[in-house]
């Protein structure tokens, strides 16, 4: 982890390994293939309401990933993950900057995430960018049955991170 990873657009390509990786971090409740297949058809068109980014290491391997959807002013963080061996070095911060910088530029007027209630280090990253609890969505999570506590950042354009060098450990 010499090197900080660069960050690019999600390809077709990039499924495998992102697949491997959300494996990994997510066993219980991992996307599909087809999941992201139907994701990544919504990105590459004048109308568009997907944003996917990938993390590349210096090797070219795929060390995290992030999603965004993006519809009538209002933003959704789809996934957002890193690997293991990137947690605390920043680029947890890097991807979510990217997508609010993103949901900005979509003018969004909102953005919204659900995270795994079990995982306090995930939302300790979102609260630092300044998404606040609006609720909880039972059992969300499947087939764990994990419930979800969804945050909102508001005004993503007021809150763009683009100094994310700023920001300490995250995931």
């Not at 944003?51 to 990933?65: F, I, K, L, M, R």
């Not at 993006?70 to 933003?75: E, T, Y």
């Amino acid at each position: 982890m010499s090197q900080v990873p660069n960050l690019r657009e999600m390809r077709w390509w990039d499924i495998a390994p992102v697949l491997e990786l959300e494996g990994e971090l997510f066993p219980e409740d991992a996307w599909s293939a087809g999941m992201f297949w139907s994701e990544l058809a919504d990105t590459r068109h004048p109308r568009a309401t997907r944003w996917y980014t990938v993390a590349e290491d210096a090797q070219g391997a795929v060390v995290g990933y992030a999603g965004l959807m993006a519809v009538a002013g209002s933003g959704d963080v789809q996934t957002i993950a890193s690997a293991r061996s990137y947690w605390g070095s920043g680029l947890g911060g890097r991807l979510l900057a990217r997508l609010i910088g993103q949901a900005a530029a979509a003018g969004c007027g909102e953005l919204l995430l659900e995270v795994r209630v079990d995982n306090p280090r995930a939302q300790r990253l979102y609260e630092r960018f300044g998404f606040r609890p609006i609720g909880i969505r039972p059992k969300y999570y499947q087939p764990s049955g994990v419930d979800a506590l969804v945050m909102r950042l508001d005004d993503p354009a007021a809150n763009n991170h683009d100094n994310v060098g700023a920001l300490s450990q995250d995931g």
